[in-house]
C-alpha cells in the first residue's frame, strides 16, 4: 500500500442486482488487505441473499434505519453507529426499514472480489 488520499466520486456510484447502490471508495489491487465500499439501499428495499467466499465484512450505518440479517441470527434493528459482523461465507442481507436512504460502509478483509460474491437468491 502507498500513501494517499482518495477523494470520494459521487458519480461513481453504481446499481447492483442486489438491489443496493455501490461506490467503491477504496478497492485496489495496490492495498489487498481490505476495501471500502458505500453502500445505499432505498426505503422498503431487501437486498437479495447473499455470501462472500473467503472475506469477512463489516457494515458501519453512516444514514438512515433499516434490519439485518447475518447467517442465522435473527433480524436485528440497526441505526447509525452500529456495526454488524459478517464472517467470511455468512448469508446476509439488509432491510431498509425507514423512510430514507439507508447508508453504510461496508468493509471487506480482504478486499472485495466480485468472484467471491455468492447470490443464495439465484
Known sequence: ???????????AEFATAE???????????????ASIARARVPP???T?????DG???RYVVV???????VGDVPAREVAPGDVVLIPPGCRQRITNT????LVFLAICTPRFR???YVDLEA
Do not use: F, P, Q
Open 98 to 101: 425507514g423512510g430514507a436512504d
Open 1 to 11: 500500500m502507498k500513501a494517499s488520499v482518495r477523494k470520494m466520486d459521487a458519480a
Open 114 to 116: 466480485a468472484e467471491a
Open 63 to 69: 444514514e438512515g434505519r433499516g434490519s439485518v440479517e
Open 19 to 33: 438491489r443496493c447502490y455501490i461506490n467503491e471508495l477504496s478497492n485496489s489491487g495496490d492495498d489487498e488487505a
Open 48 to 52: 437479495r441473499w447473499h455470501r462472500l
Open 55 to 57: 472475506i469477512a465484512e
Open 44 to 46: 422498503g428495499v431487501t
